[in-house]
């Protein structure tokens, strides 16, 4: 550990903390009436404030102008975003702390080396959070640190828990047993919620955030609910898959089962070395010529495109189209993962990749990002009562609802048109989402007359 001056270090765009002014001002009490007993994660390549944003910001507020810090070598972005996530994560404490057993560490004092076996922990409550600990400590060496106070592990027990597992020495500060109301007053408040406000959101990458559709398997979970409706259907019903991906259930249906009036639209048709922009424009094309010849569809699918959104009004925007692109009295299926599954990873033993984390953060509006390959990801999860909430939202009448293995799904008859201002709107953001390299599909001019709500000179009838 090191002391590092503020004016040497800056902070990441990414930083997911996001505090009121009230907890911002409780901060800043904490940091005069404890210090920095906890150390920041800095960089040393960049000088970037990998963990600590909000306390450094804090600090300067009160006159301090260094802080204890932990630097780390050779990070890559996403193992950055990781040390962040896990250094808010160990926050998350149990209910019975664990002991330090070594009552030969004086009060005030950070420790680097202090054996793990003189701790007393208990299992971890977060073992998916030690999984990510370990990981990391691992490649970059350990960052981490708890506090001690009282011979009690008041901060940092997970952590603890990791450096047994690795049986690796523990870093830790010691607090004066006096200031252990102090500690609680300030270390149990919520300083802030995860925000993902700050970071890039190109939405072109949001096709390689959702589920991969496995060719050995017959049909998705969502389809196979479809499909029970489906054969009850003469062979003209029309048909529409809107986010397809590859296609593979919506090409079964019209190739193996003769449904010729099934489509599918897709815009982000990944390959193995980018976008094809002209299959996207080609399913665009199809899909304008379809609806100019036969109307509306019948079915409309949406098969676990709901979280792959990278703000509310991309969730919106697809369930708009959803109720656009189906005639009145038709059927619209959706299904996506459900809430329950991000928050089920916080307590659960997964296997994952080495560059995979283990757990997921959501911000205040069910939203959640990682860094792979270079790209953020975004994923959205809905709390079961915006679950319950959403087809009366957007004029659908469930007939149907599941929720399996981890995801939800609805099968609904369209009930009601929604605003034109609604509609508008949506067809604005779906046609012209972002591409790679600052380009964008520019296609809403013609979805929207298309569907009736522009002239042929531009103007919104």
């Not at 960089?43 to 963990?51: E, G, H, P, R, S």
């Not at 994560?89 to 003189?118: I, Q």
């Not at 002209?278 to 010849?293: A, P, S, T, W, Y």
Request: with cysteine; hydrophobic share 35%; glycine share 8%.
């Amino acid at each position: 550990m090191e002391y590092v001056n503020f004016k040497d270090i800056h902070p990441a765009d990414y930083n997911p903390r996001k505090l009121s002014d009230e907890a911002f001002v409780e901060l800043q009490g904490s940091l005069k009436t404890l210090g920095f007993i906890l150390p920041i994660i800095v960089n040393k390549d960049t000088m970037t404030i990998v963990a600590g944003h909000q306390r450094t910001k804090a600090a300067g507020k009160v006159g301090i102008e260094k802080a204890p810090c932990f630097f780390v070598h050779d990070v890559k972005m996403q193992d950055e975003m990781s040390f962040n996530l896990i250094h808010n994560g160990v926050e998350y404490e149990p209910e019975e702390l664990g002991k330090c057993l070594d009552t030969s560490l004086k009060e005030g004092e950070f420790y680097t080396g202090v054996a793990n076996d003189k701790f007393d922990v208990h299992s971890a409550n977060q073992p998916s959070i030690v999984k990510d600990m370990c990981r990391l400590i691992l490649r970059y060496g350990d960052a981490l640190c708890a506090i001690v106070c009282g011979g009690e592990v008041v901060f940092g027990n997970n952590y603890v828990y990791a450096c047994q597992k690795l049986d690796i020495p523990v870093h830790c500060y010691i607090l004066e047993a006096g200031k252990r109301k102090v500690f609680d007053y300030y270390f149990k408040k919520d300083y802030g919620v995860f925000c993902y406000d700050n970071l890039e959101r190109p939405e072109f990458v949001q096709g390689l955030a959702q589920p991969p559709r496995h060719q050995d398997i017959d049909w998705s979970i969502l389809y196979r609910e479809v499909v029970k409706y489906l054969l009850e259907e003469p062979k003209n019903t029309k048909i529409l898959d809107f986010g397809c991906g590859k296609a593979m259930c919506i090409d079964k249906v019209r190739i193996q089962h003769n449904y010729y009036n099934a489509i599918g639209l897709e815009f982000f048709n990944h390959n193995r070395v980018g976008i094809s922009i002209q299959k996207g424009n080609d399913m665009i094309d199809k899909f304008f010529d379809f609806v100019r010849k036969k109307g509306k569809f019948q079915y409309v699918i949406c098969d676990a495109v709901i979280n792959s959104v990278t703000c509310q009004e991309g969730e919106d925007g697809v369930l708009a189209c959803l109720n656009l692109f189906c005639e009145m009295g038709g059927k619209v299926f959706f299904s996506g993962r459900m809430r329950e599954v991000a928050e089920k990873t916080m307590n659960a033993k997964r296997n994952t990749t080495d560059d995979a984390m283990s757990v997921m953060f959501l911000d205040d509006k069910g939203l959640t990002a990682v860094i792979s390959q270079g790209q953020w990801f975004f994923q959205k999860y809905l709390t079961e009562d915006q679950l319950q909430a959403l087809p009366e939202r957007f004029g659908l009448k469930p007939f149907m609802s599941y929720k399996k293995s981890g995801y939800f799904g609805f099968g609904c008859e369209k009930v009601r048109e929604l605003p034109r201002e609604t509609y508008i709107k949506a067809l604005e953001y779906e046609f012209n989402m972002q591409l790679p390299n600052n380009q964008r599909y520019g296609r809403q001019h013609e979805a929207l007359k298309v569907f009736g709500f522009e002239d042929e000179e531009g103007n919104i009838k």
